[in-house]
């Protein structure tokens, strides 16, 4: 089961240090959150924290992190991985930007 | 690899492997870890362990292994060069190199000393007998528990903090113990007379023997050679096969001093913790800052968290001196002192004493301020009074219940229990997070964690609504002892920055700092974009001390009131739409009914704050949502004007002696969509039954006959605090006045997340009613300000684009087929 690179929208539908969700109907591990630092970097991952399930993709970015927004883990959008000492990764996606427009490697299936 | 490390490393050698020299590297590590090599030597053979803990250790009830801090391969990890049982014998300043005893030697570009202190010998005939020693490290105590296994009789020399905790570990080893003190009283540096006897009492209790007024004349040796007595001037020999001197310490500066740096008691030290060689940094006992010498454990976090930031070459941050407050860890008595204890003629003293359980509480006062105390037998307080002394509270207007303590105030959460030592290990400390004693206990001694911040960070606990603060702290200070290090008085806003609220208010006033971006430039925030934790106090600084001016960065607010609803624990809304005093209309609820029945909302609930809750909706259905309400957006989930609670008031009720429902709703019209610090509720009742509760509210107006009494800063959360009272007025337009005022300046003198009651309590309730009600121009300009800062301010729900609601966040992406 290979991913699939997938065009999800430009670059400037997405708010600065701010987020725009991948809807995943179906898929049990939940919608995908693609990020915009404030350098422009662009990250994807699972919207959901490993805390509790909190949706990543309504936290605060600063740097390339975000800050969940229901009990404030810090997660690091580049590798999934929580700060330290809390413990916990979510699953990362492949990020493209080419001529402005955002593509993500999503998990072939359900869409 | 990242940019720093492609760099050649500085070489950073540290001279000392306590708790001092270890600290700084993990704080420097935390923010540099890649800026140096580092070399660390210690003259004992151990890894770095915790000090304090020794006395336990003597006792039998830690071990050796359970005190150690950093294991070796923690050094390994981060790639440091431990040297153990090597002293160094020379630093030669000019080649920048450290000798040691073994030959070896290591160049560096930074050299820290953490060299400590020497015990103090007494200059006495016999002090290098066999059998003499002093109490300072893990050799120490191994001697002393090897001679406790083999000999009847031990004295112990000095009567202090260190002395006493020797003798109980002896005496707890079966050895006849005993103290004998130069001066009339035990701890004379520590406490009182009274306390000293109480203290005298209950180790007398424990089978301890003292000698007090008794100068040690010299130490006599028996026949093979072992000390066996010690005679005191007078005459008296006391049998003694073992001898603790625990008479003082005094820095350890031979080094220093040899290589030509500046020392009087200590070695010499700016507010960075630089010696007068600026590659030379000195830290812990062994440095005199501004005159003083620290023989305690908690100065070192303060100060190793600045002198690391230096090593970083950040630059920022300057250490001012610590107050230190004591705990004596001897276990079942209960003690604990700080500050000046002792008073005098322009001091007043608080005492409550009570020998027959045991219990003996001194508090020393000056200008209504806390300046010491001591505590015996009940020390459940002791941290609250360490942090009223440390932040100079006036307590002025607590002076007649202060010294009941802390504790019936009222904390909910912890079923009430603020004795954390007498709480069972099962039993739940953080009712937030679900943190048991236990937990917390063995957290704080396994990973050696000596700050609030280091529980909060590895348990959670005390690190949500805050309310179990002071057990936790009693929890430290239980396992740590007098070295538990209390947060410093001014708190820097986040990890980013070293400047505190006040300083950041401050600078965007005086500096006319507009943007985010330029706070940060301007303050010289260590990381560029800011943090989770500071974008919105500065956002909300900004837009508080120029509306209509500085430009709302709704990205550095919480997504509460970036979605203008509040988030639930599985990612929907709650809608909460303004009811205006909190009455409603049949078409008003008509409309709610059919948003419930369209979005197919799975729970309604009426509020607390006379509102209508719909609980459950999908992000994505939020906009449709306000627009079928058509109703005004509640601010439920800002940090802003919640509510206007009213009792029905003159209109219907046979008490009612104002119209409450009316003034409610001018109130909440006047106020909405005030953006504050924290969170701002308010009540108006119609006569002093108080059916709105106006009593814990941030400002409370009750009705009587002759007019309006107004209360400030009351809370019905955490911690229940009843509103103070401001003023009674005539009219209901003054009640307008005045409140606005007294929010206003809040709203500008307040520091982000700190509701009424905290900052009331912080200025004085005196300052308040100085600016809101004896100055009447003052007053109005206040009020003034406000209506300014609210004129045109858009309503989030109907007019977004005016309230900069990003709506595409409403929106999931939609795929390409």
Not at chain 2, 91 to 109: F, H, L, M, Q, S
Request: aromatic share 6%.
């Amino acid at each position: 089961m290979s991913d699939v690179l997938l065009p999800v929208c430009r670059l400037a539908d997405i708010p600065m240090q701010g987020s725009r969700i991948i809807e995943r109907r179906g898929d049990p591990a939940g919608n995908i959150a693609v990020f915009r630092g404030a350098d422009d970097r662009v990250f994807a991952i699972r919207d959901r924290c490993p805390h509790r399930g909190g949706p990543l993709s309504q936290g605060i970015v600063f740097g390339a992190k975000v800050a969940c927004p229901l009990h404030n883990w810090t997660i690091d959008l580049a590798t999934g991985c929580a700060a330290a000492p809390d413990e916990g990764c979510v699953p990362t996606f492949e990020v493209r930007i080419v001529d402005g427009v955002v593509a993500v490697a999503l998990p072939a299936g359900a869409a | 690899m990242n940019a720093r490390a492609s760099f050649v490393r500085q070489r950073l050698v540290v001279v000392g492997n306590g708790m001092a020299g270890i600290r700084t590297l993990e704080e420097l590590l935390k923010i540099a870890p890649d800026h140096y090599d580092i070399t660390v030597f210690g003259a004992e053979p151990h890894p770095n362990y915790n000090r304090i803990l020794l006395s336990p250790v003597l006792a039998g009830e830690q071990t050796v292994d359970e005190i150690v801090l950093n294991t070796r391969e923690w050094y390994a990890q981060h790639g440091i060069a431990l040297r153990t049982g090597v002293a160094v014998t020379r630093i030669d300043r000019v080649r920048r190199v450290v000798e040691a005893a073994d030959g070896t030697r290591a160049p560096y570009d930074r050299l820290l000393l953490a060299t400590g202190s020497h015990p103090f010998i007494l200059p006495v005939p016999g002090a290098d007998l066999p059998g003499v020693i002093t109490y300072r490290d893990i050799a120490d105590t191994e001697a002393m528990i090897d001679a406790a296994g083999r000999y009847p009789n031990a004295v112990v020399i000095g009567g202090g903090l260190l002395g006493l905790e020797a003798a109980n570990g002896l005496k707890r080893r079966g050895m006849n113990v005993t103290v004998v003190h130069l001066m009339p009283w035990l701890m004379e540096r520590q406490l009182d007379r009274t306390a000293a006897g109480l203290l005298r009492g209950s180790l007398e209790g424990k089978g301890l023997a003292f000698r007090l007024e008794a100068k040690t004349e010299a130490l006599v040796a028996g026949d093979a050679g072992r000390v066996c007595g010690v005679r005191l001037a007078g005459g008296e020999t006391l049998p003694a096969d073992l001898v603790v001197m625990a008479v003082g310490i005094r820095p350890n500066v031979d080094l220093a001093k040899a290589a030509g740096l500046h020392c009087d008691r200590g070695i010499v030290v700016n507010d960075t913790l630089q010696t007068f060689d600026p590659r030379i940094y000195a830290i812990g006992e062994c440095v005199a800052h501004r005159g003083q010498v620290y023989g305690l454990v908690a100065p070192l976090f303060e100060m190793a968290k600045v002198c690391a930031n230096h090593l970083a070459g950040y630059g920022i941050g300057r250490y001012a001196g610590s107050q230190v407050s004591t705990k004596l860890k001897v276990t079942g008595i209960d003690l604990f002192s700080a500050g000046n204890f002792t008073g005098g003629p322009d001091f007043d003293e608080i005492v409550l004493s009570d020998p027959g359980s045991g219990v003996y509480k001194k508090l020393v006062l000056k200008d209504d301020r806390l300046v010491g105390g001591v505590l015996y037998g009940d020390t459940v307080d002791g941290t609250w009074y360490f942090s009223l002394l440390r932040e100079r509270r006036n307590v002025a207007e607590i002076r007649d219940r202060l010294m009941f303590g802390e504790a019936h105030l009222g904390d909910t959460g912890h079923q009430g229990q603020s004795r954390a030592l007498a709480m069972t290990d099962d039993a739940e400390v953080c009712g937030c997070n679900g943190v048991c004693k236990g937990t917390i206990v063995k957290a704080i001694k396994e990973k050696g964690l000596f700050t609030l911040d280091d529980v909060r960070k590895h348990t959670k606990a005390s690190s949500s609504c805050g309310s179990c603060t002071g057990l936790v702290e009693q929890l430290l200070m239980a396992a740590a002892g007098g070295d538990y290090s209390a947060p410093p008085k001014s708190k820097p806003v986040c990890g980013c920055t070293e400047r505190t609220h006040q300083e950041v208010r401050d600078a965007i006033r005086s500096q006319r700092l507009l943007r985010i971006a330029d706070v940060m430039h301007f303050l010289e925030w260590r990381s560029p974009g800011g943090c989770a934790t500071c974008r919105p106090a500065l956002n909300y600084y900004l837009i508080s001390t120029w509306p209509h001016e500085a430009e709302d960065d709704p990205q550095s607010r919480f997504i509460n009131e970036r979605a203008h609803a509040n988030i639930q624990k599985d990612g929907t809304y709650s809608v909460i739409p303004r009811m205006w005093g909190g009455e409603t209309s049949a078409s008003e609820l008509r409309r709610i009914a059919d948003v419930v029945d369209k979005y197919k909302v799975p729970t309604v609930k009426v509020t607390g704050g006379q509102r209508i809750d719909l609980l459950g909706i999908r992000k994505q259905d939020l906009p449709a949502v306000w627009r079928d309400l058509d109703m005004p957006s509640g601010h439920a989930y800002a940090k802003a004007l919640r509510t206007v609670k009213t009792c029905v008031g003159s209109e219907w009720c046979r008490f009612g002696t104002q119209d409450s429902t009316a003034l409610g709703k001018s109130l909440e019209r006047a106020l909405w969509r005030m953006y504050a610090p924290h969170k701002v509720k308010l009540a108006v009742s119609g006569c002093p039954r108080n059916c709105a509760e106006s009593g814990i509210k941030d400002v409370g107006v009750i009705g009587v006959e002759s007019g309006w009494e107004i209360y400030v800063a009351g809370n019905g959360g955490i911690k229940t605090e009843v509103a103070q009272f401001l003023a009674k007025v005539k009219s209901a337009d003054e009640v307008l006045e005045f409140s606005g005022a007294f929010l206003q300046l809040y709203r500008e003198e307040g520091w982000y997340l700190e509701r009424t009651v905290h900052y009331v309590g912080r200025v004085g309730l005196d300052h308040v009613k100085k600016r809101v009600v004896d100055d009447a121009e003052g007053r109005r300009a206040l009020w003034e300000r406000l209506q300014f800062a609210l004129d045109g301010e858009p309503d989030p729900w109907h007019e977004p684009q005016r309230a900069r609601v990003d709506l595409r966040q409403f929106e999931p992406l939609a795929l390409a087929p």
